[in-house]
Nanobody, 118 residues
Framework: QVQVTESGGGSVQAGGSLTLSCVAS????????MAWFRQTPEKERECVAS????????YYRDSVKGRLAISRDNAKNTVYLQMNNLKVEDTDVYFC???????????WGQGTQVTVSS
């Protein structure tokens, strides 16, 4: 069982920055693709950014390109989401996802709230 824990959420004004962190327990972190999703109760959960285990494929949702950056540190079992020039519409609960395709397992964190005010 892998435990996924997010941190770094908070409240900022539009144009501000936050860095989210996600730590996944276990010895196989470097074999997981990692992703950040976001969701409010009124919307479906959507993928914001993802990074594969080899850091060869990185995906960003169109609405965040140029403002958010995903990275990982396998030595620390951690994936980051640097969020710059935040907009009010970025307000959401952000979830971290660990996906091991070969083992067909996916783990989710509990989420961290990001609130952007105008």
């Amino acid at each position: 069982q892998v435990q996924v824990t997010e941190s770094g959420g908070g409240s900022v004004q539009a144009g501000g920055s936050l860095t989210l962190s996600c730590v996944a327990s276990g010895r196989l972190f470097n074999m997981y693709s990692m992703a950040w999703f976001r969701q409010t109760p009124e919307k479906e959960r959507e993928c914001v950014a993802s990074i594969d285990s080899n850091v060869e494929t990185i995906y960003y949702r169109d609405s965040v390109k140029g403002r958010l950056a995903i990275s990982r540190d396998n030595a620390k079992n951690t994936v980051y989401l640097q969020m710059n020039n935040l907009k009010v519409e970025d307000t959401d609960v952000y979830f971290c996802n660990a996906d091991h395709t070969a083992l067909e397992v996916v783990y989710w964190g509990q989420g961290t709230q990001v609130t952007v005010s105008s």
